[in-house]
């Protein structure tokens, strides 16, 4: 139990340093600001989750996909990114809000008492993932260096560690997280 409690406050110390010294600019050379986005769009999958709920709306949306990736395929050139990889990292980040509905149909199912009682509209929804993709992207091409680095992958999950602590993500969210950032680093 000391040695719990010591790697908690460890943690959060850890944590705190790092809020202190989060990149106030997008162009930083850091993981922290794309990760965070990341988790905000892992964390918006609950509310496109409570607005399908019930209704003949399926998780899966290939023609939505497919507009977000056309979308991201156009736009990348411009930022000086290749479409492939931007288009691959932005599958991660639809096949983890789709994770995150399915777990939540799943408990949803498994108790009714904890299913949304009310149902956001998709079309106030969408606007804030179309806002969140545009600062993904954006992202993408501020962090081209540190993702193309041979530390990224450390880097990364340190990052996707300590963002999951201060978003306080439950198991399936921390999943979600782990497979939103997956396609984050190009180096290999």
Not at 43 to 54: E, F, H, L, R
Not at 169 to 179: I, M, Q, S, W, Y
Request: charged content about 20%; some cysteine; hydrophobic content about 45%.
């Amino acid at each position: 139990m000391r040695l719990r409690s010591l790697l908690v406050t460890v943690t959060a110390v850890l944590a705190a340093s790092l809020v202190g010294s989060v990149p106030a600019s997008a162009s930083s050379p850091t993981l922290w600001r794309l990760t965070d986005l990341a988790a905000q769009r892992v964390a918006i999958a609950d509310q496109v989750a409570a607005a399908k709920y019930g209704t003949p709306s399926p998780i899966d949306d290939p023609a939505r996909e497919q507009q977000i990736y056309d979308s991201v395929a156009a736009r990348a050139p411009g930022l000086g990114l290749d479409p492939a990889d931007a288009v691959r990292f932005f599958r991660a980040q639809i096949e983890a809000n789709k994770l995150v509905q399915r777990g939540l149909y799943a408990r949803w199912d498994a108790h009714p008492d904890q299913a949304p009682t009310t149902r956001p509209d998709l079309g106030q929804i969408r606007p804030v993932i179309d806002g969140l993709n545009t600062n993904l992207l954006t992202e993408l091409a501020a962090t081209v260096a540190v993702r193309a680095a041979r530390s990224c992958p450390v880097r990364q999950l340190v990052t996707a560690d300590v963002v999951d602590l201060l978003h306080r993500f439950d198991a399936l969210h921390t999943r979600a997280l782990g497979e939103a950032t997956s396609a984050t680093c190009t180096a290999g």
